[in-house]
T-cell receptor, first 112, second 112 residues
Framework: QKEVEQNSGPLSVPEGAIASLNCTYS??????FFWYRQYSGKSPELIMF????GDKEDGRFTAQLNKASQYVSLLIRDSQPSDSATYLC????????????FGTGTKLQVIP | ETGVTQTPRHLVMGMTNKKSLKCEQH?????MYWYKQSAKKPLELMFV???????ENNSVPSRFSPECPNSSHLFLHLHTLQPEDSALYLC???????????FGDGTRLSIL
């Protein structure tokens, strides 16, 4: 069983729509959750981080965490073609930052 | 100069060569990381240094040898690599436990 799972996509959404990206994790004791955006040929760029159950909003981005379901998601409102990238979910499990695990990423395509 | 800087950006080497990758962070962070990113695979954590002390070695072959002389600099020494070691090698830093990581642009390594 993969420790952090993401649908590889591609997830295609029309411009202006809401893109919903999902991630599940296996370590029930995980405390820290991150979303990174990675453009082709570039390095990962931090988009959001969340530590507590519930929603956290930053501009067009909302991270949602449900520890009971071991589920974290990223919503992108008013999707733009420039949002087209691979989105990586990262989880720090029990054991601290030594135990950071990334998912394989979901490729998002925003269609103009 | 700000952020995390990696050199070189691209490296082509033979299987018998010895080379080193360099990473420098200008963020005042105390933890530094080496990752390997191969096509279709999630980011693989290789090494973690906290206050220049190695705290994690994820079963990485001995042909990869890290060095961290201080909290701002990190090296990855390479020798007798194999073709399957061709990948993007990413350096990251963070302020501490459970904090977001900031990535450098990476070194694209090709082994002939």
């Amino acid at each position: 069983q993969k420790e952090v799972e993401q649908n590889s996509g591609p997830l295609s959404v029309p411009e202006g729509a809401i893109a919903s990206l999902n991630c599940t994790y296996s370590d029930r004791g995980s405390q820290s959750f991150f979303w990174y955006r990675q453009y082709s040929g570039k390095s990962p760029e931090l988009i959001m981080f969340i530590y507590s159950n519930g929603d956290k909003e930053d501009g067009r981005f909302t991270a949602q965490l449900n520890k009971a379901s071991q589920y974290v998601s990223l919503l992108i409102r008013d999707s733009q073609p420039s949002d087209s990238a691979t989105y990586l979910c990262a989880v720090i499990g029990t054991g601290g930052y030594q135990k950071v695990t990334f998912g394989t990423g979901t490729k998002l395509q925003v269609i103009p | 100069e700000t952020g995390v800087t990696q050199t070189p950006r691209h490296l082509v080497m033979g299987m018998t060569n010895k080379k080193s990758l360099k990473c420098e962070q200008h963020l005042g962070h105390n933890a530094m990381y080496w990752y390997k990113q191969s096509a279709k695979k999630p980011l693989e954590l290789m090494f973690v240094y906290n206050f220049k002390e190695q705290t994690e070695n994820n079963s990485v072959p001995s042909r990869f040898s890290p060095e961290c002389p201080n909290s701002s600099h990190l090296f990855l020494h390479l020798h007798t690599l194999q073709p399957e070691d061709s990948a993007l090698y990413l350096c990251a830093s963070s302020q501490g436990d459970n904090q977001p990581q900031h990535f450098g642009d990476g070194t694209r390594l090709s082994i002939l």
